[in-house]
């Protein structure tokens, strides 16, 4: 299986904040790589995939980067609803796996 | 909008087996595949398996290969997640979702908890 290593596991941020979050690979996943924000209670929500592609509906503020086992998230200017634990997944194999999440929190 | 309902929380004895479904359009049903994904608490995410409704054929994590059944009902468009052998650990929130043709789960459910307690 392919581990995915989140870091940080967590962080505070103000709002107006630049947040960057890690994602490293075991192996290379050539950009096979999406990005979920989960709020409490909630289902995840696709973010980004491809590494950086920004899915439908998602706020420009939201980026990816990367490439074959580190991959980064960044929230350019943290607002209110962005506090939230946020995944990162591969699908480069059919065994998909995830990332163990980072809780951006208000600081 | 995409939307996947899924059946109410279950609370499990050990040994035990469970049922979720997962209701949607049958537009989505006939052209994308669908995933099972659980979250145990403080756990991290674990695919389960995916079936593609029209096709039928399941393909299942390694994990939990023998004890997990993933079945599609198209008249009602419909995916179901069995997983038999219930343990204590097998407590988590399920949750179905649209597989994106460009990576990822695009559509989710929202979630079923499955309590197993004796």
């Known amino acids: 299986d392919i581990q995915m290593t989140q870091s940080p596991s967590s962080l505070s941020a103000s709002i107006g904040d630049r947040v960057t979050i890690t994602c490293r690979a075991s192996?290379?996943?050539?950009?096979?790589l999406a990005w979920y924000q989960q709020s409490p209670g909630k289902a995840p929500k696709l973010l980004l995939y491809?590494?950086?592609r920004l899915a439908s509906g998602v706020p420009s503020r939201f980026s990816g980067a990367g490439s074959g086992t580190d991959y980064t998230l960044t929230i350019s200017s943290l607002q209110p609803e962005d506090f939230a634990t946020y995944f990162c997944q591969q699908y480069f194999t059919s065994l998909w796996t995830f990332g163990q999440g980072t809780n951006v929190e208000i600081k | 909008q995409v939307q996947l309902v899924q059946s109410g929380a279950e609370v499990k004895n050990p040994g035990s087996s469970v049922k979720v479904s997962c209701k949607t359009s049958?537009?989505?049903?006939?052209?994308?595949?669908m995933a099972w994904v659980r979250q145990a608490p403080g756990q991290v995410l674990e695919l389960m398996g995916r079936l593609v409704p029209i096709v039928g054929v399941p393909n299942y994590a390694q994990k939990f290969q023998y004890r997990v059944t993933i079945t599609a009902d198209k008249s009602t468009s419909t995916a179901y997640m069995e997983l038999s052998g219930l343990q204590f650990e097998d407590t988590a929130v399920y949750y179905c979702?649209?597989?994106?043709?460009?990576?990822?789960?695009?559509?989710w459910g929202q979630g079923t908890l499955v309590t197993v307690s004796s």
């Open positions: 491809g590494a950086s």
């Open positions: 049958g537009d989505m049903f006939n052209n994308y595949a």
């Open positions: 979702g649209r597989v994106a043709r460009s990576g990822g789960i695009d559509s």
């Open positions: 192996l290379d996943i050539s950009n096979s």
